[in-house]
């Protein structure tokens, strides 16, 4: 069997540190940065999809020949003559990293403006992946065709993933986030927030009182993240509470979530045990933080299973 899973959001332009005044150029985001591992993990298992759009210009022509190098399906990357891609950079300190971005012309904040394309490119799959993120760079009337499109999705049979991500200088107020993510909940079906996000803007006490919120939200499986500590989940009617094994040779935690993301669904995808899955998870995410930048060199991503 052929899965076909998709991510939906925006790809940067990523500026790595390489030491000095040196960078190396790539590309990531966190949807993407997802999904890129995915594709990855499940090879033939998997036809993997980025919902996004880019610019004609040279640097979207490297992005979209990169998927196609990488096993990614291009033609779901729209184009947009008129915009380009965001760019980030990274500044380490200690491994810890902080962020610049450029992003004011970004064609993905023109993602959910073509619903009939929208809803064409994510028809049939088995797993829709989207992020507060994603949601935060659309226009509010964009935001609702995502809404309709992922609601209807899951009708057909679609699972939908959702990483909160939230990122408060992409929204106009705490109250605007809380609303439009609380919408996004009633359509999620796997949700993956991070505790520090869920504890600074929702007031969460504890890991379980992050899970306990979710799942009166009416998610099916919820797996709170909370760095070095335990991973405490709902994953198939049960409540369980996942230690973090510890991690060795860190360099930069850049995308280190998002590769959690990426292992569990991948194993989940797969039919892995809800344990196994999360420990599939977080093998990827210690792997990721060993490297510079979002995404594990090809030849050192981890089996999930």
């Known amino acids: ?62 992005f979209v020949e990169m998927l196609t190098t990488d096993g990614l399906d291009p033609a779901a990357a729209g184009r947009d003559p008129k915009r380009t891609m965001g760019l980030y950079l990274i500044a380490l300190k200690d ?27 994510v028809a049939g799959a088995d797993l829709i992946h989207v992020s507060g993120i994603t949601v935060a760079i659309l226009s509010p009337n964009d935001r609702t065709s995502l809404l309709q499109t992922l609601s209807q999705a899951r009708r057909n049979g679609s699972l939908v993933s959702f990483d909160p991500n939230i990122r408060p200088a992409l929204w106009a107020s705490r109250d605007e ?74 360099i930069d935690t850049s995308g280190a979530g998002d590769a959690f993301n990426a292992g569990f669904l991948s194993a989940f995808l797969l039919g892995a045990q809800a344990e196994d899955a999360i420990r599939s998870g977080q093998r990827v995410s210690a792997e990721v933080i060993r490297h510079l930048g979002a995404r594990i060199p090809k030849s050192k991503i981890p089996s999930v299973l």
């Open 177 to 250: 986030i809380r609303a439009t993510l609380a919408e996004f909940l009633a359509e999620t079906d796997i949700a993956l927030p991070s505790f520090d996000d869920e504890t600074t803007h929702w007031g969460d006490a504890t890991p379980e009182a992050t899970r306990r919120r979710f799942l009166e939200a009416g998610v099916t499986h919820v797996l709170v993240k909370n760095g070095s500590d335990p991973v405490v989940a709902h994953v198939n009617g049960k409540d369980m509470e996942i230690s973090t094994p510890k991690a060795t040779g860190i």
């Open 1 to 62: 069997m052929t899965l076909k899973i998709c991510a939906i959001g925006e790809v940067m332009i990523e500026m790595a540190p390489l030491g000095g005044a040196q960078y190396q150029r790539g590309f990531a985001g966190d949807t993407f940065n997802t999904l890129w591992h995915m594709a990855q993990i499940l090879g033939p298992h998997a036809r993997a999809g980025y919902v996004t759009k880019v610019g004609t210009d040279a640097l979207s022509d490297d």
């Open 95 to 121: 491994a810890e990293r902080s962020f610049h971005y450029w992003r004011a012309q970004s064609a993905a904040k023109q993602l959910a403006a073509d619903p009939a394309w929208l809803a064409e490119q």
